[in-house]
């Protein structure tokens, strides 16, 4: 299995411009999870799915941020417009349901290092 | 207050020397803990689960949780180099939960 797929792995862009980024789960793992990565405050949950369907997005910062996953395969974290402040690595990992004793083992992407000038 | 506190480190370490990570919450729901690794620029991997309170051994590596101080530790027996990298606790209430709290990560440094 190849893991976690995340493109693209590095994005510079200037402040105000649109950014996707893109995630390949697991196949069969029914959950999928954004998270953002800084110095300042470690690994937040943005948002994650079920089985396509979003479940929770409160970690969302602003209506800047969107997330879609049209199909079990494939999701995308779109940021528009883009700020400096968004700056940080963004992860994708999934999970299958319950694959440890009611807890998930989260397995990540190598992540999208997104800098935005 | 943040839910999980983490020092920061670095933390520099000899070779073989014992190495003890610590995190503390606040959030008395936590029954799940686990211990992720992440070397640099590559993504998080699980390392240890520990279920509510106790120990969990797997080679090199202890996991402990005292629920009543909350409070959670990573022992790193005989450290080697390859052990450099950043350690990240995470917590969830548990079962239907699926929303981990991570702390920011420990940077490991273990000299040859």
């Known amino acids: 299995d190849a893991g976690v797929i995340q493109s693209p792995r590095h994005e510079v862009t200037e402040m105000g411009q649109e950014v996707t980024l893109r995630c390949k789960p697991i196949s069969g793992h029914d959950y999928l999870f954004w998270y953002r990565q800084t110095m300042m405050r470690g690994l937040e949950l943005l948002i994650y799915f079920n089985n396509n369907v979003p479940i929770d997005d409160s970690g969302m910062p602003e209506d800047r941020f969107s997330a879609k996953m049209p199909n079990a395969s494939f999701s995308t974290l779109k940021i528009q417009p883009s700020e400096p402040r968004d700056s940080a690595v963004y992860f994708c990992?999934?999970?299958?349901?319950?694959?440890?004793?009611?807890?998930?083992?989260?397995?990540f992407g190598a992540g999208s290092r997104l800098t935005v000038l | 207050q943040k839910e999980v506190e983490q020092d920061p480190g670095p933390l520099s370490v000899p070779e073989g020397a014992i190495v003890s990570l610590n995190c503390t919450y606040s959030n008395s729901a936590f029954q799940y803990f686990m211990w992720y690794r992440q070397y640099s620029r590559k993504g998080p991997e699980l390392l240890m689960y520990t279920y509510s309170s106790g120990n969990k051994e797997d080679g090199r590596f202890t996991a402990q949780v005292d629920k009543s101080s909350k409070y959670i530790s990573l022992f790193i027996r005989d450290s080697q180099p390859s052990d450099s990298a950043t350690y990240l606790c995470?917590?969830?209430?548990?079962?239907?939960?699926?929303?981990?709290?991570f702390g920011t990560g420990t940077r490991l440094k273990v000299l040859a």
């Open positions: 990992a999934s999970s299958p349901t319950g694959s440890l004793s009611g807890a998930n083992v989260l397995t």
């Open positions: 995470a917590m969830s209430a548990g079962s239907g939960t699926y929303k981990y709290i």
